[in-house]
């Protein structure tokens, strides 16, 4: 890595918000570079239903316990729906006012984005309330989506309990779901300090559970007994290996803070192997990672990669081979996000936020959010600097890749 991208990229750490060009001077932000504009979309999704006053208050209350709700009547963007159940979930998210919900129900509730249309009994509704301006996460799972690693259903939508509106939020499928009964995964692991957190099929049996779940330890025990080219033949038998290394490269270029236990191993049947799903993408363009950060400093030194705290990770930044086959799958993302498709990606982000925004009932609830107050120009001065941003690193990793 050259100096002035070394210097850069550790400015970045401190100041996620400042560029700098290749001699290393602040670069400022170009208005012109975007087209943030109101370009006619409308609300796509609307919830509603009734509770009591004491289940309103409790999910009001920023005590961080869970609650179960009843609710009657369910309205989903005009049908009246039967739930079988409706509670709260997440973990710090409980802790705010304005709480996400798992949503399960008796028939199928239709969503929309844009031109596509999804029919889903299960669902959650994000509450995007540590997702700053509300942009991060839909932003995140377009690019991943452009890059082929994910491909779960998500769109925004506005929440209303009581006749009151909840804010904006974030419909989105499950990931269990998506694995299990749209794609026929026998099996999904989402990614902690242990293994307990599995989801099976109805007809997945005891001998597979037990199978996979050996190929997932194998995954880890591999890194202890290879190296180079052979723990990389090693690891291709249990995990879509290069699905999984653009996944981190994608966490490196997004600077996102918290992705070690946010991803789901689910068992692909096509290859009887396991592939990645991503999750929560709130925390994007920080100056370290959460967890780790002087570890990971000490370990990556000027390397392309952003946290080292799981011990696959490690493994992969530390051995020669493997992380010059990360940088084969760094090169490959950044050719699939030109600045022409991530143009186009926080064009359509700020449009389809446009309408929520221009929503002062559903917009004042962010007065109850991690970053508090938003509104159009603080949305639009934020989406231009973070696409600016992405645009300049672009352009240096590249060139810092291909010239290796």
């Known amino acids: 890595m050259n100096l002035n991208l070394k210097f850069a990229f550790l400015v970045s750490l401190f100041s996620p918000l ?46 961080g316990k869970k609650i179960t709700l009843k609710a009657a009547p369910l309205v989903i963007n005009g049908d009246t729906l039967d739930p079988k159940e409706i509670k709260t979930r997440g973990q710090t998210t409980l802790y705010y006012r304005r709480k996400s919900f798992s949503f399960s129900l008796k028939s199928e509730a239709s969503f929309m984005h844009g031109e596509k249309t999804e029919s889903l009994k299960k669902f959650f509704v994000l509450s995007l309330s540590m997702d700053r301006n509300y942009c991060n996460n839909r932003l995140a799972f377009e690019m991943m989506k452009t890059a082929r690693f994910f491909d779960l259903f998500f769109s925004f939508c506005e929440l209303r309990i009581n006749g009151q509106s909840e804010g904006i939020g974030m419909v989105i499928e499950r990931p269990e779901d998506w694995a299990i009964k749209k794609h026929s995964s026998p099996l999904i692991i989402r990614r902690g300090y242990n293994i307990s957190d599995i989801k099976t099929g109805k007809e997945t049996e005891k001998d597979e559970v037990k199978k996979y779940r050996s190929y997932y330890k ?24 290069d699905s999984y290394l653009k996944w981190l490269a994608f966490n490196f270029l997004v600077r996102n803070g918290d992705y070690t236990d946010e991803v789901y191993f689910f068992v692909d049947t096509g290859t009887d192997k396991f592939n990645i799903i991503p999750w929560d993408y709130d925390d994007l363009f920080s100056k370290s990672p959460h967890e780790g950060n002087i570890e990971s400093r000490r370990l990556l030194g000027d390397k392309l990669f952003f946290s080292t705290e799981d011990l696959l990770d490690k493994k992969i930044v530390t051995d020669p081979y493997l992380y010059e086959t990360y940088l084969i799958q760094f090169r490959e993302l950044l050719e699939q996000l030109s600045a022409d498709v991530l143009k186009r990606i926080f064009e359509n982000t700020y449009a389809e936020l446009y309408p929520y925004y221009s929503n002062y009932e559903i917009i004042s609830k962010s007065t109850y959010d991690r970053y508090r107050d938003t509104n159009l120009i603080m949305l639009k001065s934020y989406m231009l600097s973070l696409y600016e941003q992405l645009i300049k690193y672009r352009e240096i990793y590249l060139r810092d890749i291909q010239d290796r």
């Open 218 to 241: 194998q995954i880890y025990s591999s890194i202890t007994k290879y190296e180079g080219d052979e723990l990389y033949v090693m690891l291709s038998k249990w995990l879509d290996i």
């Open 18 to 63: 400042v560029i700098f060009n290749s001699k290393s001077q602040p670069v400022q932000t170009n208005g012109d570079t975007l087209n943030l504009t109101d370009l006619g979309r409308e609300i796509e999704n609307i919830i509603s239903f009734n509770t009591t006053y004491s289940n309103f208050e409790n999910i009001k209350a920023t005590t």
